[in-house]
């Protein structure tokens, strides 16, 4: 069992930065590829990013490439989000999830073992 718990949401103006943290409590964390999703209003829940067990492969949406860097602290048991040059756009919902699957592709699927329970990002124009 895994629990998650996201931190460091806000509001912050456009162009502004935000960092999230996901802290995991558990065993085993570093035998998970943890992710980072996101869900605005009215709309469905997607894929943000992810990272594999050693922190040596990372993948993005097309629409946070650039912008946004995931990264991960094992001995912490955290995975991170930094967000930069922030964009209306951005705002959503931010959820961390921890999948067993061995690849990436479960996590752009947004099949996942466990979810956190969401912290709230709000970019202002």
């Known amino acids: 069992q895994v629990q998650l718990v996201e931190s460091g949401g806000g509001l912050v103006q456009a162009g502004g930065s935000l960092r999230l943290s996901c802290a995991a409590s558990g065993r085993a964390f570093n035998h998970y590829y943890m992710g980072w999703f996101r869900q605005s209003q009215g709309k469905e829940r997607e894929f943000v990013a992810a990272?594999?067990?050693?922190?040596?492969?990372?993948t993005y949406t097309d629409s946070v490439e650039g912008r946004f860097t995931i990264s991960r602290d094992n001995a912490k048991n955290t995975v991170y989000l930094q967000m930069n040059n922030l964009k209306p756009e951005d705002t959503a919902v931010y959820y961390c999830a921890a999948s067993s699957g061995g690849s990436a592709s479960y996590l752009r699927r947004l099949q996942a073992d466990y979810w956190g329970q969401g912290t709230q990002v709000t970019v202002s124009s």
């Open positions: 990272i594999n067990w050693s922190g040596g492969f990372t």
